[in-house]
């Protein structure tokens, strides 16, 4: 059964960098057949699929165009983890942040617990 | 604003059957696969339907998926108390390269 653990700080300072790291058992980062995405959740902004990252002979990444400035999901294959960067952040960016194992057409069926990260001063 | 547009609500009283609506376009779900996603309250979302209408191994059969032209459905039968939650559907957008998800229906078992 594959299993995320999701790590990262719940208060960033608004024009500094979110970054979070998803902790993958059960599955290998560099599966040729899976992708890893992130996703963030705010009572303004509903769930907001941000971006994902997968191998497929190369590593490829798709993002949303909402964050595509700024974003920047990257996998750590020494760890068997992902991470995501989130540059120059304000206050609408605050949100739970999730990451999620699956590809659309498979569904997203394996997500990490959450990270409420909290943009203020 | 979704872009995939869901009913902000629905209810109806244990036992009985609801379905949820999500309307989306040609380059989503008319060309792509959709999959359902149920959120209890203060937990992470969990797959509920894949490919249209698929369910996941330990998701009862009471939870079913369809799928027509640009829209699909969410149908959930012989609701109980703990059914109540909130339901998303998502898809992949072919012209945007993104996911996407609707705005979400909460939903309420009388």
């Known amino acids: 059964q594959v299993q995320l653990q999701q790590s990262g700080p719940g208060l960033v300072k608004p024009s500094q960098t979110l970054s979070l790291t998803c902790a993958i058992s059960?599955?290998?980062?560099?599966?040729?057949?899976?992708?890893w995405n992130w996703i963030r959740q705010s009572p303004s902004r509903g769930l907001e699929w941000l971006g994902r990252t997968y191998y497929r002979s190369q590593w490829k990444n798709d993002y949303a165009v909402s964050v595509k400035s700024r974003i920047t999901i990257n996998p750590d294959t020494s760890k068997n983890q992902f991470t995501l960067q989130l540059n120059s952040v304000t206050p609408e960016d605050t949100a739970v942040y999730y990451c999620?194992?699956?590809?659309?057409?498979?569904?997203?069926?394996?997500w990490g617990q959450g990270t409420l990260v909290t943009v203020s001063s | 604003q979704s872009v995939l547009t869901q009913p902000p609500s629905v209810s109806a009283a244990p036992g009985q059957k609801v379905t949820i609506s999500c309307s989306g376009s040609s380059s989503n779900i008319g060309n792509n696969h959709v999959s359902w996603y149920q959120q209890l309250p203060g937990t992470a979302p969990k797959l509920l339907i894949y490919d249209n209408n698929k369910r996941p191994s330990g998701i009862p059969d009471r939870f079913s998926g369809s799928k027509s032209d640009t829209s699909a459905t969410l149908g959930i039968t012989g609701l109980q108390t703990g059914d109540e939650a909130d339901y998303y559907c998502g898809t992949w957008d072919s012209s945007l390269s993104a996911g996407l998800f609707g705005g979400g229906t909460k939903l309420t078992v009388l």
């Open positions: 059960g599955d290998s980062v560099s599966s040729n057949s899976g992708a």
């Open positions: 999620a194992g699956g590809l659309w057409y498979q569904g997203l069926g394996f």
